[in-house]
């Protein structure tokens, strides 16, 4: 199992509501990561976790909230987002120490 | 300041035609390499990686990748492209594991 998956594919929220994106990976990785990505742009880092402990947060604002529940699994809460907070969200997990990544198909988030 | 160019922000080849996307490092040391292809809408696929040993390497989609140091590059080449490849390709470094750093990506438009 090579997947990572990512839950829902599509998210509209509005600016004052609460929702969760999930992912999931059964691959053994030790590390998972979140990336934010607009349009026609490279993906930036918002966090990393590793062995579940939060390793690297890139000044990513406090309406984001990630949550890593055990090793195979990641959520990021979204709270009180802007309309451009909108992107494609995209999951991803490495074994440590070899900057491989495996990604998501992401979440695309759109924010009213 | 540790950065990844790629030059190039959209080429169009022909069905059947070679390829070749450019990459150009900065780091203080020789990074851990990669090529990242993103299809509309998808998650990025790693296409092949350089850690060390042979400068050629072989991914992939028959895709294939060469370092050279002393041009602080590591070029993406497919001897024949296929009209399923358009889509957009990151090249990556990571002088640590955790985070990686990405070009700005190059657009491959296919023509037929």
């Known amino acids: 199992d090579t997947e990572v998956t990512q839950t829902p594919k599509h998210l509209v929220m509005g600016m004052t509501n609460k929702k969760s994106l999930k992912c999931e990976q059964h691959?053994?990785?030790?590390?998972m990561y979140w990336y934010k990505q607009k349009a026609k742009k490279p993906p930036e880092l918002m966090f990393v976790?590793?062995?579940?402990?939060?390793?690297i947060n890139e000044s990513v604002p406090s309406r984001f909230s990630p949550e890593c529940p055990n090793s195979s699994l990641l959520n990021l809460h979204l709270h009180a987002l802007q309309p451009e907070d909108s992107a494609l969200y995209l999951c991803?997990?490495?074994?440590?120490?070899?900057?491989?990544?495996?990604f998501g198909e992401g979440s695309r988030l759109t924010v009213l | 300041a540790q950065s990844v160019t790629q030059p190039d922000i959209h080429i169009t080849v022909s069905e059947g035609a070679s390829l070749e996307l450019r990459c150009n490092y900065s780091?203080?040391?020789?990074?851990?390499l990669f090529w990242y292809v993103q299809s509309p809408g998808q998650g990025l696929q790693l296409l092949l990686k350089?850690?060390?040993?042979?400068?050629l390497v072989q991914g992939i989609k028959g895709f294939e990748a060469e370092f050279k140091r002393s041009q602080s590059s590591f070029n993406l080449r497919k001897p024949s492209v296929h009209w399923s490849d358009a889509a957009e390709y990151f090249c990556?470094?990571?002088?640590?594991?955790?985070?990686?750093?990405f070009g700005t990506g190059t657009r491959l438009q296919v023509t037929l």
């Open positions: 691959m053994g990785h030790r590390a």
């Open positions: 990556a470094a990571t002088g640590t594991a955790s985070k990686l750093t």
């Open positions: 780091y203080g040391a020789t990074p851990y």
């Open positions: 991803a997990s490495s074994l440590m120490n070899t900057g491989e990544l495996f």
């Open positions: 976790y590793s062995y579940e402990k939060l390793s």
């Open positions: 350089y850690f060390s040993g042979d400068t």
